[in-house]
């Protein structure tokens, strides 16, 4: 029982705990069981450990560029198979000949039915006539059938006419050049040549020309070479397995290299074939189950650093269950997706990482992020430290140069700095490992500026983030704090007052907490729609009664103060019914705190005061101001009201007013919540009555007309 209550009191925190361990387990299981090769090195640099020699034999593999090299020249050699079909000769012969009856019938019934009639002398001489044609057109369909009309495609279009392909007829292979076979036009060319050839040379004896003209010889040419892309492909595959992937040996106990001697291109691929070969031995056997614990210990270390951080800067997103799964989120999806492309690890936008947490919180976080993020990726990448250094440059590069997102140019900039970032550093690094510029590869730059256009997926992944965890990005904020808005014209034309008080006390805050650090944009959203409620009764506040007539006249001081403590509750109901975010709305629930109406408080007490007072009745529900954007908002809020009651204004009027408030506020423990210390309710209170003398500033009294 006591272990149920146990987990009733503490499931929250019991929650976050699995959460974390969740990741940890995710991470582990994705990775790949492979040990790591105990040493570093850079081609270019000077090999910094002990002399190295081989612990077993172990092949030089090939560098991938000489193997493309040997496979493209394999390939120069291979010719593609194509197999020759010799039913289809039968086919369209026979075709042929049925076609060729029937125009013979058709020409006899014709000419018979002419007025001059059709003799049997004629008709048999036709027929001789007409048959000699017929033998020779099927010899001309004969050889063009036996060279072979070639199907068009891909593959055969890229032939040129010299080059051989090999003509499968049964179980014989031929090389053929090919010239010598024909594509199904010139095979059209070749029928039409030889039979005007042939009428040519019989004109003299052929009675009956235009019978021969009609006939369209060439509906019986159809390909009958087809590229046979199965053989060619296990050919080619033959072929290339021939293609040897080593081309040396090193012996158990030969030096491989000495301490400080320049990692050359020899010696480098030497030292990665030593490393693919340790890396596959240390895999295998019982020693998979040392990898495991490893890689446990490895992940935990980086889990457990983000943990220690939240806890120590942010923990306000430890205290929400929903905000910590989201970060946690995040760096499991980029292991994954690294995990499956680790071959194109330089096209994945590792920049979108920062960008997204530094929308919904701040660089710091999104920074330290990234670099958990890098050094968990790092750890499975191929070349890890290039790797880490190239990703690392380039997410810091990002969040520095995405000041406002809400601003549409600056994304693009952030994503073409992230491709010349990528570039040159990589640029850098290549000339260093390779000496010359021929041992670059290219292929890498087309991958970065792939990476740089995929980072403007943060525009759509921040909006589906926004709507799933109900986050708000600068963008949304924007958007609702334009004037423009439904509620924001509601509150104009209802409660200008109103209207008017909050412009002041969003430039206020807005100010403020730009100085002790926040969320600008946050605050002035915040202070726009903190007093939506007062479009209910808008009459009852003082800002709106123009006339000189205060209903509050007709109601006792305890009804008139739930008239103005209901302002927070009607503006809380109006704020979800119009599906204002939740950060926004707490602004409205917090923006008294637990304050007093003190003045219908302390006319209450000047009237009845002998009478038991419920404070309840005069004090506002609450909560507290929980963020510092909350308890600016709260400060400004009560000094620009009160600011509107002087006479006579004057800096000292002003300073004691701020000081005053502030410092009640703070004695109410209003601010008990918040992460704020007296330097930055100095700093608030400076700048509140700056800005409140320059609103309030007198203006030159012109002369009188004369």
Same mark, same amino acid.
């Given at each position: ?340 492309? %680790?071959? !194109?690890?330089?096209? $994945?936008? /590792? @920049? &979108? ?7 919904? =919180? ?77 041992? %670059?590869? !290219?292929?890498?730059? $087309?991958? /970065? @500026? &792939? ?7 943060? =525009? ?79 009459? !009852? ?166």
């Amino acid at each position: 029982m006591r272990f149920f209550n146990y987990l009733k009191r503490n499931y929250k925190y019991i929650f976050r705990a699995f959460l974390f361990v969740l990741t940890i387990a995710l991470i582990v299981y994705i990775i790949p069981r492979e040990g790591k090769f105990k040493y570093e090195f850079q081609k270019g640099r000077p090999w910094l450990h002990q002399d190295l020699f081989a612990p077993f034999d172990f092949p030089i593999y090939k560098s991938d560029k000489l193997l493309v090299e040997e496979r493209d020249s394999t390939l120069k050699n291979f010719n593609p198979y194509f197999k020759y079909d010799s039913t289809i000769l039968t086919f369209e012969t026979n075709k042929f000949i049925n076609y060729y009856l029937n125009k013979q019938e058709e020409f006899i019934f014709k000419a018979s039915e002419n007025k001059n009639g059709f003799s049997n002398y004629r008709k048999q001489n036709f027929l001789k006539n007409s048959e000699d044609f017929k033998e020779t057109a099927i010899q001309i369909i004969n050889e063009i059938y036996f060279k072979g009309i070639v199907e068009i495609n891909e593959v055969t279009e890229n032939l040129t006419d010299d080059e051989e392909i090999i003509l499968l007829k049964g179980k014989l292979a031929e090389n053929h050049i090919k010239s010598n076979t024909y594509t199904q036009k010139n095979a059209y060319q070749q029928v039409t040549n030889s039979v005007n050839l042939y009428l040519e040379e019989n004109k003299l004896r052929i009675k009956y020309p235009d019978f021969y003209k009609t006939i369209n010889l060439y509906e019986f040419i159809v390909p009958n070479v087809f590229y046979d892309q199965n053989t060619s492909e296990t050919v080619k595959n033959q072929l290339l397995s021939n293609v040897s992937l080593t081309k040396a040996m090193i012996q158990a106990g030969e030096k491989i290299i000495s301490q400080g001697e320049i990692v050359d291109t020899r010696l480098h691929q030497i030292l990665v074939s030593l490393k693919y070969e340790s890396e596959t031995k240390i895999g295998d056997g019982y020693s998979s189950q040392l990898i495991l614990l490893g890689q446990t210990i490895f992940v935990f270390a980086c889990i457990f650093m983000l943990f220690l951080f939240l806890l120590n800067f942010r923990i306000e997103i430890l205290k929400h269950s929903l905000k910590t799964t989201f970060i946690l989120m995040l760096v499991i999806l980029i292991v994954i997706i690294s995990r499956f492309s %680790i071959n !194109y690890l330089y096209v $994945i936008p /590792f @920049a &979108l990482v920062p960008i997204i947490i530094k929308t919904f =919180y701040d660089s710091r976080l999104a920074l330290f992020i990234h670099i958990i993020s890098v050094l968990l990726v790092g750890f499975i990448a191929p070349n890890g430290f290039e790797f880490i250094f190239l990703s690392f440059i380039a997410g810091i590069v990002a969040i520095f140069s995405l000041t406002n997102l809400y601003r549409r140019g600056k994304l693009f900039l952030s994503s073409g700095l992230v491709i010349f970032t990528y570039s040159f550093v990589y640029f850098g690094l290549a000339i260093t490992q390779e000496g010359n510029l021929s041992g %670059i590869d !290219y292929n890498n730059f $087309i991958y /970065f @500026a &792939l990476n740089g256009s995929l980072v403007l997926l943060a =525009y759509p992944l921040i909006y589906v983030f926004e709507k799933i965890f109900g986050f708000l990005s600068d963008l949304t904020l924007m958007e609702l704090s334009d004037t423009n808005q439904k509620l924001l014209r509601a509150l104009a034309e209802k409660a200008p007052g109103t209207f008017q008080h909050s412009m002041q006390v969003a430039n206020l805050a807005e100010e403020a907490i730009y100085k002790i650090g926040g969320n600008p944009l946050l605050v002035r959203t915040g202070a726009l729609y903190h007093d939506i409620g007062k479009t209910i009764n808008p009459i !009852y506040f003082i800002e709106n009664q123009r006339t000189g007539f205060n209903p509050h006249d007709t109601h006792e001081f305890d009804e008139s103060a739930n008239i103005i403590i209901s302002h927070v509750k009607d503006g809380v109901e109006l704020a979800k019914k119009n599906n204002l975010p939740d950060p926004i709305i707490e602004f409205i629930r917090t923006h008294h705190g637990t304050t007093k109406v003190q003045y219908f408080y302390r006319s209450y007490i000047k009237k009845f005061p002998d009478q038991d007072i419920d404070v309840n009745m005069f004090t506002y529900p609450g909560p507290k101001p929980y963020s510092k954007e909350m308890a600016v908002l709260m400060m400004a809020d009560s000094v620009e009201a009160a600011s509107r009651s002087i006479s006579d204004i004057n800096e000292e009027k002003i300073s004691n007013l701020v000081d005053s408030i502030i410092n009640d506020q703070m004695n109410e423990g209003q601010f008990d919540h918040v992460d704020i210390n007296f330097k930055d309710l100095t700093e608030i209170k400076i700048i509140f009555k700056d800005k409140l003398m320059n609103a309030y500033h007198a203006r030159i009294k012109y002369p009188e007309k004369k």
